[in-house]
């Protein structure tokens, strides 16, 4: 056990686990983050996505011994009552079924926007092609993406 | 339970009386709306609170595809109320409807209407109280005021719903919804994007470890020897449980969990045995070779020309995977003998039923109570992993155990959709007019769920030192079908025969993967149907249009078509039709694909669907199944195979089962038919099997080389080309 202190969306947590453990588990059952999901344990689904110091990482194969930066979840975004735009746009596009996805498809959409404000529907492809969704909802992630580029534009 | 087929084989001058009376000789109750007929009490379904509250009772459960909303925007406009006043309550065992699986693409279509039938009445018993009171008929209803002086709130206390529906409450006409025909907007997105709990995963109780599980390494694989002492001392480690070849452990912590499953994996011994089928083509001939005799579905004859020429295919699908993004979870407690479970199962009823066989107690003392899970597509692992959280909970004294998969675990044993092979046979006319067609079909059993009557289908039962099996399954039964759904076609072919060779033995577990046995017959049947069109020299359109004659298949066809821009001299489109079941929507699809002839890699570039739901409840919820089907089943159709070698499942993470990502995705049309005043149909399972025979016709449209065997991998794709001259 080893004793560390994350910045989270701009709170600090302290919490005293193994050093190999995976961030994953540090949100969802420490600090009790709905947003990042356990996918496949093996980064390639991208379920798990948060962002460290805006860039976007697989929690769930990252050891908290190598968490240096600020991290951000889904939840540091906005919530139900002050939606952040991608929020918004994403449920404007009704862009899930599932949603299971839905949280590392927000966060390397933010990473996008980030470095690249006004991203044409084949760089949004390109941003999230790392990324799984199950039950088809690429297309609306597209178009909710896209407008929530013009809104921050705005 | 006997079934009426079982009355009706026995025979006899009883038959009729059985059917229409009970074995008291009492009459049978009249048949009600939807799923009324079978949840017969008004409050089972509807409450209305003094509070300005209505809630809405349903045995099916909210999966991602918008059923709670859909629902929701029904009652409101039954009752005449606001949509934010409605709570909906899905599947739990002591509150809900049992409404059995939440499969079929049957929820709008049974639910939907009991939740019609059940908010027209109340509405009627409110304005009979309201109409005595203010002495007139004339009453008119604003989000549940009455005339502007009375409301449901204060008048639901003088109306009785602990009574039977009469079914002959009188619904809305279309011309006055408010709600129904709008897209509504999901009440269940908004939390999934803010982090708000939206999942069984996001359940945490009191007191609450976390299980994990190790599976045996192989189906065959019988447990020799474990050291379960040295994993009971690492840290965290509440309990190893050991029952039969049914390994797991619970920590106080998620990672601890997982370590002690990797510490009890590399210890256990298992003796192995090769039980699995070939794979690769060989499959298909093995599951031919078995020899399981045909059953005759339809045999219809008519009069015809003889046929002027033949042609002959046979097309395979092999085992494919639900893939659920989140491994499947459930919560389970025990608490003096009784056991709780929080579960994304299709059906708590059925499920409850389950684990009252296997740990022999009454179903009165386990509650479901169903939260979402990621999307399911089927029967995924979401009951067995009810049942292996349950067995992990009896060893936590009493604490809750929350349980999830490995990514592995879910790849290696949920249980697949079934390989499938199908035969066709058809004759044209000297005019080219199909005048025989025969479907062949042979497969395993498409739906091995929870709820029969003895035993169980979950997984674990079979793993436990006194093993709880499961009587064989038999097929569902046309009209709707499992193995042959679909494969009775809807043309008007004169002469038309169907076989089935139901294989119910599978070593590798198979249930209902989303359509069932549609997705394959489709794609075969609408396939030759190409062929021969090709072979009559005729357009793909009009010869399905030629050969159908019912007036809303013909109007998808010609929408989808007319939407594409459809032109016979078009290359690289396919078309693609059916209605799902014979019972469902009516579902046309186009699509566009370009084919890399070096690498043999397939782009679908475009797709176009046409689609009649009936009345449309929320059109944006139609286009979101239809597009999310049709995507779903191009990459089903481009990529996906379960692997295995005779003694083990390969497939294990994303990297052994690639699924269709962004960069492939085509942008996606779809055209709703509204039919205001048809019955609702539904609608999640009617684009898959047109689109995978739209993706085969465009190929053979593109290239001139017919695949017919699933996936149409570059591999695959290489080699058809291969043998097919350039054109």
Redesign the interface.
Same mark, same amino acid.
């Given at each position: 056990m080893a004793n560390f202190t994350l910045r989270v969306s701009g709170s600090s947590r302290e919490v005293a686990v193994d050093p190999d453990t995976p961030l994953l588990y540090v949100l969802r059952n420490d600090l009790e983050l709905n947003g990042p999901k356990f996918g496949c344990g093996l980064a390639q689904c991208g379920a798990c996505t948060v962002l460290v110091d805006g860039r976007p990482v697989r929690s769930c194969v990252t050891p908290m011994s190598t968490v240096k930066g600020a991290i951000e979840t889904i939840e540091g975004l906005g919530n139900e009552e002050s939606l952040h735009p991608l929020q918004k746009a994403f449920i404007a596009e009704q862009a899930c079924q599932c949603g299971y996805c839905g949280n590392g498809m927000v966060m390397s959409a933010k990473a996008l926007l980030a470095r690249n404000p006004r991203p044409t529907n084949e760089e949004i492809r390109k941003a999230l092609n790392g990324h799984l969704c199950r039950c088809a909802s690429h297309n609306r992630i597209v178009r909710a993406v896209q407008r929530a580029a013009k809104e921050m534009q705005s | 339970m006997t079934s009426r087929r079982d009355f009706l084989k026995a025979g006899g001058a009883l038959v009729l009386f059985f059917s229409l009376e009970n074995s008291l000789g009492q009459t049978a109750p009249a048949r009600l709306p939807g799923s009324l007929n079978t949840n017969r009490m008004l409050n089972a379904w509807l409450r209305i609170d003094a509070d300005g509250t209505v809630t809405i009772y349903t045995g099916k459960i909210e $999966?991602?595809?918008?059923i709670g909303t859909a629902l929701a925007q029904i009652a409101a406009d039954e009752l005449d109320v606001e949509m934010k006043r409605i709570r909906m309550v899905h599947g739990d065992t002591a509150v809900t409807p049992n409404e059995g699986q939440t499969a079929g693409s049957l929820s709008v279509e049974t639910s939907g209407t009991a939740v019609r039938f059940a908010c027209a009445e109340a509405r009627e018993m409110l304005l009979a109280v309201a109409a005595t009171r203010l002495g007139t008929q004339d009453l008119k209803v604003v989000d549940g005021t009455i005339n502007g002086t009375l409301d449901y709130w204060t008048l639901a206390g003088e109306i009785d719903l602990k009574k039977e529906a009469s079914g002959t409450a009188k619904p809305k006409a279309p011309s006055e919804h408010k709600w129904v025909g709008k897209s509504i907007? +999901?009440h269940?997105?908004?939390?999934?994007?803010?982090? #708000?709990?939206?999942?069984v995963? =996001?359940i +945490?109780l009191p007191g609450m470890v976390?299980g994990r599980l190790v599976r045996p390494p192989s189906p065959g694989a019988q447990l020799v020897s474990v050291n379960e002492e040295s994993v009971r001392k690492l840290?965290g480690v509440v309990a190893v449980v050991r029952d039969g070849n049914f390994l797991a452990v619970a920590a106080e912590?998620?990672?601890q969990a997982i370590k002690a499953r990797a510490a009890l994996a590399r210890n256990a011994v298992w003796k192995e045995t090769p039980t699995l089928p070939p794979s690769g083509a060989a499959l298909y001939d093995h599951m031919v070779a078995q020899g399981v005799p045909a059953q005759t579905m339809l045999d219809k004859t008519g009069t015809a020309e003889a046929a002027a020429r033949s042609l002959e295919a046979r097309y395979t699908r092999p085992f494919q995977a639900h893939? !659920?993004? #989140?491994?499947s979870c459930a919560v389970a407690q025990w608490t003096d003998g009784k056991l709780r479970v929080w579960t994304h199962s299709q059906g708590v009823y059925p499920l409850r039923n389950d684990l009252a066989n296997v740990f022999g107690v009454d179903v009165k003392d386990i509650r479901c109570t169903h939260a979402?899970?990621? #999307?399911c597509?089927g029967h995924n692992g979401a009951d067995d992993v009810a049942l292996d959280a349950a067995l992990v909970a009896r060893a936590t004294g009493g604490r809750p155990v929350k349980l999830?998969w490995? +990514?592995e675990e879910e790849f290696m044993w949920e249980p697949y959709g079934s390989a499938m092979v199908m035969k066709l046979a058809g004759g044209l006319d000297a005019q080219g007019n199909i005048v025989s067609w025969t479907h062949e079909v042979w497969s395993h059993p498409h739906s091995r769920r929870p709820g029969q009557s003895k035993g169980s289908h979950t997984l674990a039962a079979r793993f436990l030192d006194k093993p709880v099996g499961a009587a064989p399954v038999g097929d569902v039964p046309l009209p709707s079908g499992g193995a042959d759904r679909n494969s009775i076609p809807g043309y008007d072919f004169p002469n038309v025969k169907v076989l089935k060779h139901f294989i119910v033995d599978s070593p590798l577990r198979t249930s209902a993967l989303r359509t069932l046995g549609g997705y394959g017959n489709v794609f075969a049947l609408e396939s030759f149907m190409d062929e021969l069109a090709a072979a009559a020299g005729v357009d793909p359109v009009e010869f399905r249009l030629r050969h159908m004659k019912d007036p809303r298949a013909r109007a998808v066809i010609e929408a989808a078509a007319k939407r594409a821009g459809w032109t016979p001299a078009a290359r690289g489109w396919g078309f693609g039709y059916a209605r799902y079941k014979n019972l469902g929507c009516y579902c046309a699809v186009a699509a566009e694909v370009a084919v890399d002839r070096s690498s043999g890699k397939v782009t679908v570039n475009r797709a176009v669907s046409a689609v009649d739901v009936g009345q449309t409840v929320n059109p =944006?919820g139609v286009v979101?199944q239809i597009?999310?089907? $049709?995507?779903?089943s191009a !990459?089903w159709t481009l990529k996906e195979a379960v692997s295995y070698d005779r003694t083990r499942v390969k497939t294990r !993470?994303?990297?052994e089962y690639p699924?269709? +990502?962004?960069?492939e995705?085509p942008?996606?049309e779809v055209v709703i038919l509204n039919q205001p005043d048809q019955p609702f149909l539904g609608v999640g399972e009617g684009s898959q099997g047109p689109a995978a025979a739209a993706i085969a016709n465009a190929i053979a449209s593109a290239t001139g080389a017919r695949l017919r065997d699933l996936p149409f991998t570059p591999q695959r794709v290489k080699a058809a080309l291969s043998q097919t001259k350039a054109m």
């Open positions: - | $999966l991602g595809q918008g907007a +999901r269940d997105i908004p939390k999934k994007f803010t982090g #708000g709990a939206a999942y995963q =996001d +945490r976390f840290p912590r998620e990672e893939g !659920s993004i #989140g491994p979402e899970g990621a #999307g597509y999830q490995m +990514r =944006d979101n597009e999310g089907g $049709l995507i779903q !990459s !993470s994303w990297a699924i269709l +990502r962004f960069e995705v942008p996606v």
